[in-house]
């Protein structure tokens, strides 16, 4: 029995000829114009050699041709060479149908990496939890309703916005329920609904200049810088972000900061300046947004608390699980004062353009059966040993070297001699260990009577695979400077 394809139904599938997008010109012989078509389609690299080619029944039905002529095409471009015929598999584009390259030079896929890697910047790739989240994912495909499979809402997923609900209240503090979450593809996403696009949160234009920290991502300045914000630094010593100086700012008027674990120095905000920072937005009658990017790794005591729990309606807290799962999944969370949820609705648009809707129901089946947390619990157990180790290993190989912000997130920072942190750097190059220095993170308005500059090393302790970890360690040891 054949379908209307003239496939049997028990045959593998292959790709049919609108899968195949083969554009044949109105005019002109047929067979000719299959021929050409499929030709190009190989020499372009489009079709792969080992391709299968549809049947040709399956072909001509789709292209509105008459059987023979495909039939005759496939014969003609296996006597050619192009395609080869085997009793039982078909036709597929021969081995040896090597494409052309097309005129651009083709990038390498892949730089080859550094031998020793301890960016910040990510969490354990190798500690992914593949065969829970697995789980999930097919516990949560499995009950999902068939509405789940079109078009997405851009609050996110209920399931999702539930469950964050009670997580982010249990866990970090947060006063919320469901419907102030709108679930984003980040952090960076959601800096971008709030100062970038079409309809912009809160427009540069109209809402003035932004208060940052004086260390941040340099990302996330060059994307603000991108949308058109200027930003204003506030100067950090031993408590944080100096928020006292935004009084000197009248045109200021939202801060953003991290409030938990400042990036990268890695002090908590002390809890004067927190209360100082929310009454100010309250005075202004602005908003603080809380970047709370590793909220959940704290080591040596209960975590901080989220900021936004001071008062819900002047701090808009910004979640991800870039730190705490990994930054491929590309999901966040906004939580956001009442007024301003139909604002954050109205830049994402009619519809969900970036959080897939089918990770969101895994990440949320993920949380609800605790799969999460037992995975934040597992990695900050296993992070707390890698700082404890490089704490340990600078204490024997360099012991005047001063490390700082260890109570909290995936990396540490070390402090340099004075004009020491290009050589340092240089040094770490030559030695195939790829570490930041603190000078990237340092905003470029920021006045060295504002605020010294320290010479530095961001060390990321999180990054490499477990195995990789020592020889890392070694690798930094190596390269740092002997007691000046
Ligand atoms: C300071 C800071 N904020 C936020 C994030 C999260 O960014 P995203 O959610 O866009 O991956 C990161 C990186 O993980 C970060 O370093």
Request: some cysteine; glycine content about 10%; charged content about 25%.
């Amino acid at each position: 029995m054949t379908d209307t394809r003239g496939t049997h139904p028990s045959e593998p599938a292959h790709p049919t000829g609108s899968d195949l997008h083969l554009d044949l010109p109105a005019t002109g012989g047929r067979r000719a114009a299959l021929m050409t078509a499929l030709r190009e389609a190989i020499r372009s690299g489009r079709l792969a050699p080992g391709t299968r080619l549809p049947p040709y029944r399956a072909l001509a039905t789709d292209l509105g041709l008459a059987r023979n002529t495909a039939a005759e095409a496939y014969a003609e471009l296996v006597a050619e060479g192009w395609l080869t015929a085997r009793q039982g598999s078909g036709t597929t584009v021969a081995e040896r149908a090597e494409p052309v390259p097309s005129g651009r030079a083709r990038r390498p896929s892949r730089r080859p990496g550094p031998t020793h890697d301890l960016r910040q910047g990510q969490p354990d790739a190798s500690s992914f939890p593949r065969t829970a989240w697995l789980a999930a994912a097919r516990r949560a495909l499995t009950a999902a309703p068939n509405e789940a499979f079109g078009p997405g809402d851009p609050q996110g997923r209920r399931e999702l916005r539930t469950v964050l609900a009670d997580y982010l209240a249990r866990a970090r503090g947060v006063r919320t329920d469901p419907d102030r979450i709108v679930v984003c593809s980040g952090f960076a996403h959601a800096l971008r609904l709030l100062f970038d696009g079409a309809a912009p949160v809160l427009p540069p234009a109209e809402h003035g200049p932004l208060a940052v920290e004086a260390y941040g991502l340099g990302f996330h300045r060059g994307l603000l810088a991108a949308a058109g914000v200027t930003t204003v630094p506030l100067p950090i010593d031993e408590r944080g972000a100096r928020t006292g100086e935004l009084a000197n700012h009248p045109d200021v008027r939202t801060a953003l900061l991290t409030p938990a674990h400042q990036f990268p120095t890695g002090g908590p905000l002390h809890p004067g300046r927190r209360a100082a920072v929310v009454d100010w937005a309250r005075g202004r009658g602005g908003l603080v947004l809380e970047d709370d990017y590793d909220g959940e790794f704290r080591y040596d005591r209960q975590p901080v608390g989220a900021l936004q729990g001071l008062d819900p309606e002047r701090v808009v807290y910004l979640g991800s699980a870039s730190k705490s799962l990994t930054p491929a999944l590309r999901l966040g969370w906004m939580v956001l004062p009442d007024h301003l949820v139909d604002r954050v609705l109205a830049a994402k648009g009619e519809r969900e353009g970036w959080a897939s809707a089918l990770d969101q129901l895994t990440l949320a089946e993920f949380v609800d059966s605790g799969g999460y947390d037992r995975h934040v619990r597992r990695m900050r157990r296993r992070y707390r040993e890698r700082r404890d180790e490089l704490v340990a290993a600078l204490a024997a190989r360099a012991p005047h070297v001063e490390v700082s912000g260890i109570a909290a997130g995936l990396h540490a920072v070390l402090r340099l001699e004075p004009g020491t942190e290009r050589s340092v750097l240089k040094a770490a190059a030559y030695r195939g260990l790829a570490v930041e220095g603190l000078a990237d993170y340092r905003h470029p308005a920021v006045g060295e009577e504002a605020m010294p500059a320290v010479d530095g090393l961001v060390v990321g302790y999180a990054t490499p695979p477990d195995h990789a970890y020592p020889a890392a360690l070694g690798a930094l040891c190596d390269i740092l400077p002997p007691c000046g």
